[in-house]
């Protein structure tokens, strides 16, 4: 085994502007675990209907399958971060992958809803370090000059897994089995596991401090608790419903406690002092925003489609790919153009591709031709392609190496919690939207509008109903998304300043 500097090898060189081959290596493991754990978080909602009857339980229920998985990966997330330093981040992204891959073996054989519900819990423990410990990785491999093009590596997964998870899925649940969902993840993960072993190189522990055990109990259980009300939302009714108010109530004095507490303490779990810096504090600002709104409408997409336009869960995903080719498109080269001109000058476009796309939507309805929604999602893509991650290359060029674990951390908690307040957000609207459409309780409005659309009598004025419904929806989330342009006006507008002292402080790539 011999060791490569950085700084001989081009890796860090402020004059290299290109990804080399060693760095490229071990983009290609991270990938494949980033793909597998997002693939994960998609692929399962097309199996939800199955699942219901599977194991004979009510839809409330079998939702805890995906709610489980989420509160898993954020309640983890908090603790990657020091983890990296204490174990060294090669190691720890080894165990991350083993971990998913265990959990699902073994979801793949659960026996009730019970078993799955847990079983699904060990999976998003293991998806929940992949993603930051996999970007630790990598910022540190390529060094701060390149995060924009790291960030269009690592967002080729983050924006196919939505569009291939639902055809995928679509495709196992009726062709194969449903275990199938869960069962592909295990080559995947033998492989990863394998180059994460040849592949990476390997870091040593670094000296850290004592692990903050009284902000774990205050951090990851406050974020579940709000997240778990949040998610009880469309079930409750409303959010006078105990069962939603006492756990956001809980979570909220919990996670306030949390940031008392991190202010005051050295070494605090997230080190909210990373705040104090301005371009970091924007570009979370600006995608705390981006998530509630966009991922919140992208939830609603493959619904419109199965409701309204009578597609199937295969044909729905299908529909979705122009979105999928749209960031194609635009991302890697949105990744070399937020290194050399600043993100400010990539997102602020992208945004306007986003609100341009969500207008052909907010004004969707039951007849809406399919080129137009097609061409609009495609439009969506490029947006999203020249948004997303260069929001995120923002926040982190500007840190120095130290700096790095903590962010990744901070910024995949902020954007779980806010992507999951937004789901909830638009499921909320549309369902009361719904409800006041077809004249029935909020609970009961998609119910009442599937069943509506479903009989032949009723089908077209239903459709016209629920399309309008989808419409309203679609609006709020345009409404949130132009907020979304506030904070962006003042991402970095001109390249990152090259740290010469940073750059030479790069560890070491180990090759075999």
């Keep these: 085994m011999a060791t490569v500097d950085l700084n001989a090898g081009g890796g860090s060189r402020p004059e290299d502007d290109k990804l080399d081959r ?24 097309v199996a939800l209907q199955q699942l219901t009857i599977e194991f004979q339980t009510s839809f409330d229920r079998i939702q805890w399958v995906a709610t489980g998985y989420m509160l898993a990966l954020a309640t983890v997330i908090p603790v990657t971060g020091w983890a990296s330093d204490r174990f060294g981040t090669k190691r720890l992204y080894m165990v991350a992958i083993a971990l998913f891959l265990v959990g699902s073996m073994v979801a793949g054989m659960a026996w009730n809803v019970e078993s ?52 995928l899925g679509g495709w196992l ?17 033998l492989v990863a596991l394998w180059a994460a072993w040849r592949l990476l190189p390997k870091d040593e522990p670094q000296p850290t401090h004592r692990f903050d055990f009284p902000g774990m109990l205050m951090l990851s259980p406050g974020l579940a608790l709000l997240i778990y009300g949040v998610s009880e939302i ?59 709104s966009f991922f919140g409408a992208m939830l609603l997409l493959p619904t419109y489609f199965v409701l ?41 476009p992208g945004l306007v591709l986003i609100i341009a796309g969500l207008v052909v939507f907010a004004r969707v309805g039951a007849d809406t031709p399919y080129w137009a929604l097609l061409a609009s999602l495609f439009v969506l893509g490029m947006g999203m392609g020249m948004s997303m991650m260069p929001i ?31 789901a909830a957000v638009m499921s909320i609207i549309l369902a009361s939207r719904l409800a006041g459409q077809f004249g029935v309780p909020t609970s009961q ?13 009723t089908h077209d004025a239903a459709a016209v109903l629920a399309a309008d419904s989808f419409a309203s929806t679609f609006l709020w989330s345009l409404v949130l998304l132009a907020l979304c342009v506030l904070p962006a006006l003042f991402l970095p507008r001109r390249p990152p300043a090259r740290d010469e002292e940073d750059t030479a402080s790069a560890p070491p790539v180990l090759t075999h």
Aim: proline content about 5%; aromatic content about 4%; charged content about 10%.
């Design 173 to 189: 649940v009726d062709s194969v089995s449903w275990r199938w969902i869960f069962y592909i993840n295990v080559p995947i993960g």
């Design 234 to 292: 469309p079930v409750a009714g409303g959010i006078g419903a105990t069962s939603v108010w006492l756990p956001m109530a809980l979570g909220i004095v919990l996670v306030a406690g949390f940031v008392v507490r991190a202010l005051r303490v050295d070494n605090p779990l997230v080190d909210l002092r990373l705040f104090r810096n301005r371009t970091f504090s924007i570009a979370a600002v600006t995608m705390a925003l981006f998530a509630v």
């Design 445 to 457: 409005g998609q119910l009442a509008a599937t069943a509506a659309v479903m009989n032949p009598e």
């Design 308 to 348: 309204v336009r009578d597609a199937t869960a295969l044909e729905a995903g299908l529909l979705l790919a122009p979105q999928g080719l749209g960031a194609m498109v635009v991302m890697p080269v949105a990744g070399r153009l937020a290194d050399k001109i600043g993100a400010g000058k990539i997102v602020l």
């Design 22 to 45: 060693g760095v490229l290596k071990i983009a290609s493991v991270v990938v494949l675990g980033a793909i597998m754990a997002i693939l994960d978080t998609t692929v399962v909602n």
């Design 116 to 167: 799955l519900i847990a079983f699904r819990v060990i999976q998003g423990l293991g998806g929940g370090m992949l993603m930051p410990a996999g970007m630790t990785i990598m910022i540190r491999a390529a060094g701060p000059q390149r995060v924009g093009r790291v960030m269009a590596v690592l967002g080729v997964p983050m924006l196919l897994g939505p569009i291939a998870g639902p055809i």
């Design 392 to 422: 995120m290359s923002a926040a982190l060029q500007t840190l120095t190496k130290a700096d790095v674990a903590q962010a990744s951390s901070a910024l995949n908690i902020l954007q779980q919690t806010a992507g999951a307040i937004g």
